[in-house]
DNA sequence: CCTGAATTAAACACTT
DNA sequence: GAAGTGTTTAATTCAG
């Protein structure tokens, strides 16, 4: 299996060079090719390419490799979300007649979204002693065994990684395995996040994952909960649309008799503490279950949450067994502690992070909801910021972590601002919305600017702009071709490869771009930008669709979350959604450079620019700025590029501008 | 469906 | 002549 999607991978990559556009890459390839017909060397050009990429991957590189089985790792996590997402409806469906062992309190609690769930209710449901009690006891238990089971693993893990590591230097003739190899690592990497994120779950307390899968990756999830829905799920009348009455009935009886939020909640009590028969092979219990067989409890009751309706629910394993005592010693045996355990039991420790990610990703929009309702939440983020730092800061071992960058732990291939439009968007850097409306370069850069130095992945930005902020970014506003190109590939992993692709692309644009102005030096040629053209270029997507000025203007300020705007979270993860500034209603500043850039303020925040001034800019004047921005460009257009770059901030940049490029160049361009 | 923007590829001219 | 730089054209894709 490993062998045949390796290769098919494989064959795939060449065009989409970094595994993310494959498709279009493709299909552009062919295209040209056979569109290129008419243009005989076109067409020959195309085909040569297509050769060339052929090549570089029969030979591909210990990146290359990395890289792609990093994709392919997501894959498999991906598959596995779906399975679990549809898993889902039946959470607690396992057994909590046996005595439940030490993983069902999670269980059963996790059903209930304690994070939902106010102190208040919480005490409403149990009495304060109880509830102490209850709590101090599972998580003791919960941290004693994974911590117990981390240790052991930690210690196997290392072990393998280095042997694995010195059986992967060796070179061609055993490259599967090395693939192999190669691969694992990335799991036992993603197992060790998984790991750790459940004792964080435990440390703060009745987290489980549950509710996460509930409220599924919008992304991903095919039937995703909608945040209006959480309620109902709250309520415990199980995951809209999914057969899951069988397993809340059970556990409503077994634990409570009743299925209501408080009851359920109160399950745990009984929950008597260890007996366990071995040490849980992992910390989930919960997440498990069969997507299908969930609804039909028939036999044996277990006490194991990998157990149930008779069969290991070990992911991809179903092996029947007759009783317990039998799936014990399945589990003992097949499930050991190797290689390919560890390795399923990282894609489910990555399933669970995305989950997580996007518990944390709902409830922060929950957060700005309320906040903007002027409604105050209860609970202040229960864990939702915690999910994103536990899973890199609480990392103890710090054995196999990916030393590229700091968001690359969390999000292993997309910034963490910039949703997936880099993963499983179509193209590679085509038709970035972001680059349109919502991100801001300079501090979407700003703030990712690790990720793109480290990570192999396309920056979410036209080349324009990319050309537009290297400049920018050096003190006299101008760089030479080869500077350009340097900051291009320093700050980008993407662009170290691939080299005659983009550095002609930066040419054609170059050139292409009146806002770019060739400047004779007396070093030679150099390049600046015409922030005024730069504008004039942008500004009429906005004009034309007012409509669309508008959701924006609502989306930036937490207006209603129109269906269109839930789309394009759901799609495209918008930087401008997921930033952490714009996550929080009250900062405005994280709003201004946002908005400042692509709605073009010619004054970008740079680090030197002498004549205009950066610090200005506030919020009044950017909303201002941003409906009316338009119509300076525009008149600007048809009148000469005088000093009206508009009311709306005027004085700021446009002068300044122009002196710079009178200064510059002497009048001659600016046609 | 049309249009504009962006990307990619390629040819060509010019300079070093 | 090769390499780098700059310009231009064309094909394609995508979003509005």
Not at 77 to 104: C, E, I, M, T, W
Request: overall charge negative.
């Amino acid at each position: 299996m490993m062998v045949e999607s390796a290769s098919e991978t494989i064959r795939s990559a060449p065009s989409g060079q970094n595994g993310v556009g494959s498709l279009s890459g493709q299909a552009d390839g062919s295209g040209s090719g056979s569109g290129a017909g008419a243009a005989g060397t076109a067409g020959g050009g195309a085909g040569r390419d297509a050769a060339a990429g052929a090549d570089s991957n029969g030979e591909m590189s210990p990146a290359d490799l990395l890289h792609f089985q990093q994709q392919q790792a997501l894959q498999v996590a991906r598959q596995f979300l779906l399975q679990q997402a549809s898993g889902l409806s039946s959470p607690g469906n396992n057994d909590s007649k046996q005595a439940a062992s030490a993983v069902q309190v999670p269980v059963s609690v996790a059903m209930m979204s304690p994070q939902m769930l106010t102190p208040q209710q919480m005490q409403q449901i149990l009495s304060p002693p109880q509830l102490q009690a209850l709590l101090q006891q599972q998580q003791a238990l919960m941290l004693q065994q994974l911590q117990e089971y981390y240790k052991k693993q930690q210690e196997q893990l290392h072990l393998q990684l280095l042997t694995q590591q010195q059986a992967g230097k060796q070179p061609p003739k055993e490259a599967l395995g090395n693939k192999q190899l190669a691969f694992q690592q990335q799991l036992l990497q993603m197992q060790q996040l998984q790991q750790q994120h459940l004792l964080n779950l435990q440390r703060q307390g009745l987290v489980s994952l549950q509710p996460n899968q509930a409220s599924g990756p919008l992304q991903t999830l095919p039937q995703a909960v909608c945040p209006t829905d959480l309620p109902q799920l709250w309520k415990g009348e199980g995951a809209p649309g999914q057969p899951a009455e069988d397993s809340v009935k059970q556990e409503g009886l077994d634990l409570t008799g009743t299925a209501t939020t408080a009851t359920s909640f109160a399950a745990p009590p009984k929950v008597s503490p260890p007996l366990s028969h071995h040490t849980l092979p992992n910390g989930q219990p919960t997440v498990l279950t069969p997507r299908r067989d969930s609804s039909s409890h028939e036999e044996t009751p277990s006490s194991h949450p990998l157990y149930g309706h008779g069969e290991c629910k070990w992911p991809g394993c179903e092996t029947l067994c007759e009783d317990l005592g039998q799936f014990i010693k399945h589990l003992n045996t097949e499930h050991a502690l190797d290689d390919r355990s560890t390795a399923q039991c990282r894609v489910q420790m990555q399933v669970v992070q995305q989950l997580e990610i996007q518990l944390a990703k709902e409830s922060e929009r929950l957060q700005a909801m309320m906040a903007h309702l002027h409604m105050r939440p209860s609970e202040p983020k229960p864990f939702s910021q915690p999910v994103t730092v536990s899973a890199a800061d609480s990392f103890p071992d710090g054995l196999v972590h990916p030393p590229t960058s700091a968001a690359a732990p969390v999000t292993p291939l997309r910034p963490p601002g910039l949703g997936s439009a880099s993963l499983h968007s179509g193209g590679p850097a085509r038709r970035r919305s972001s680059d349109k409306f919502c991100s801001p370069i300079s501090s979407e850069l700003a703030q990712n600017h690790e990720f793109y130095k480290n990570a192999d992945v396309r920056p979410p930005f036209t080349y324009a702009s990319l050309i537009r902020q290297a400049i920018l970014e050096t003190p006299d506003r101008q760089l030479t071709l080869n500077e350009i190109y340097n900051w291009f590939t320093r700050m980008f992993a993407y662009f170290r490869r691939n080299t005659a692709t983009w550095k002609n692309a930066v040419r054609h644009n170059l050139s292409l771009h009146k806002c770019f102005v060739r400047v004779e030096n007396v070093k030679g040629a150099v390049w600046t930008v015409d922030e005024r053209e730069y504008q004039k270029r942008r500004p009429p997507k906005m004009t034309g669709s007012p409509t669309l000025v508008k959701n924006m203007i609502s989306s930036l300020s937490y207006g209603a979350l129109n269906a269109s705007y839930q789309a394009a979270l759901a799609e495209s993860s918008f930087p401008i959604l997921n930033s952490p500034g714009m996550l929080n209603p009250g900062s405005t500043s994280s709003l201004l450079p946002l908005s400042h850039d692509d709605v073009g303020a010619p004054g970008e925040p740079l680090p030197s620019n002498g004549s205009s001034s950066p610090p200005r800019l506030s919020p009044p004047q950017y909303s201002h700025q941003v409906q009316v921005k338009e119509e300076p460009a525009e008149a600007e257009e048809d009148r000469r590029p005088g000093p009206a770059l508009g009311p709306p901030n005027p004085s700021t940049a446009g002068p300044a501008e122009d002196r710079d490029l009178e200064e510059e160049l002497p009048g001659e361009e600016l046609s």
